[in-house]
Nanobody, 127 residues
Framework: QVQLVESGGGLVQAGASLRLSCAASGRTFSTFAMGWFRQVPGKERECVAAISRNRDSTHYADSVKGRFSISGDNAKNTVYLQMNSLKPEDTAVYYC????????????????????WGQGTQVTVSS
């Protein structure tokens, strides 16, 4: 049974930084490609960042490029999302997701590609 547990969300002012963490269990972490998604009520879920199984390839949404950074620590079974220069429009519930692609360099940015999901963590950015 794969479990993903996010942490690190909260309420911050615009311009601040937050680091989200997602701890994975139930399967060897290095077999996962990982993604961070966010969702606002009434809108579709958006992939903000994703990283390949070999951790060499990444994807970022245009809206977060240059501000967000995804990384994975196989020793800690954890993927991180470093969020800098936060804006009010970054306010959302952030979800961690995992999948097991065949190719180690594959990065997925669509939610239908992911098999496992965390419960989400709220990020609120005030202006």
């Amino acid at each position: 049974q794969v479990q993903l547990v996010e942490s690190g969300g909260g309420l911050v002012q615009a311009g601040a930084s937050l680091r989200l963490s997602c701890a994975a269990s139930g399967r060897t972490f290095s077999t996962f490609a990982m993604g961070w998604f966010r969702q606002v009520p009434g809108k579709e879920r958006e992939c903000v960042a994703a990283i390949s199984r070999n951790r060499d390839s990444t994807h970022y949404a245009d809206s977060v490029k240059g501000r967000f950074s995804i990384s994975g620590d196989n020793a800690k079974n954890t993927v991180y999302l470093q969020m800098n220069s936060l804006k009010p429009e970054d306010t959302a519930v952030y979800y961690c997701a995992a999948t097991t692609p065949y190719y180690s360099a594959t990065v997925y940015s669509t939610d239908s590609r992911y098999d496992y999901w965390g419960q989400g963590t709220q990020v609120t950015v005030s202006s």
